[in-house]
C-alpha cells in the first residue's frame, strides 16, 4: 500500500485530497454502510499508484506514506484496506459541489484543532 488516510480524517472529511487524485483511489463508504465503517475517507491499497498528490491536500494532515506511518497509526493500514476487500460496501470519493456543480471548499482546519485532534487520535 503506498498511501494510508489515518484516522486523523474520522468526523473531519475534507475531501481536498479526493480533488487531486488522478486514478480515482479515494473511497468512501456507501451511505448504507456508513454505521458500520468510521466516518472517514480511505485509499484503496492497490489502486493507488503513490503519486502523493493527496498528502499535501489534507489539511489534518491525515495522508502518510505507508513506510512513514507512525506507530500509533499503523492499524489504520487495515481500515483502509477495507474498501478492497469488501468492495460493494464502497464508492469512489467525490469532491463536495454545490447545487450549479461548482466545487466547495471545506473550511480550513487551524493548527489549534488540527493539533487537538491528533492528540484525540493517537492516545
Request: aromatic share 6%; hydrophobic share 35%.
Amino acid at each position: 500500500m503506498a498511501y494510508i488516510v489515518s484516522r486523523l480524517c474520522i468526523d473531519c472529511v475534507d475531501k481536498g485530497c479526493v480533488e487531486v487524485c488522478p486514478v480515482e483511489c479515494i473511497y468512501e463508504p456507501k451511505a448504507s454502510e456508513v454505521g458500520d465503517m468510521p466516518n472517514m475517507l480511505f485509499i484503496h491499497p492497490t489502486e493507488c499508484i503513490s503519486c502523493g498528490a493527496c498528502e499535501p491536500e489534507c489539511p489534518w494532515g491525515a495522508i502518510f506514506e505507508d513506510r512513514e506511518l507512525p506507530p500509533s497509526f499503523e492499524g489504520d493500514v487495515e481500515i483502509n484496506a477495507r474498501c478492497e476487500q469488501q468492495p460493494s460496501k464502497f464508492q469512489v470519493a467525490h469532491p463536495h459541489r454545490d447545487g450549479e456543480g461548482r466545487l466547495v471548499k471545506a473550511k480550513r482546519p487551524d493548527k489549534a484543532l488540527v493539533s487537538a485532534n491528533r492528540l484525540k487520535w493517537q492516545q
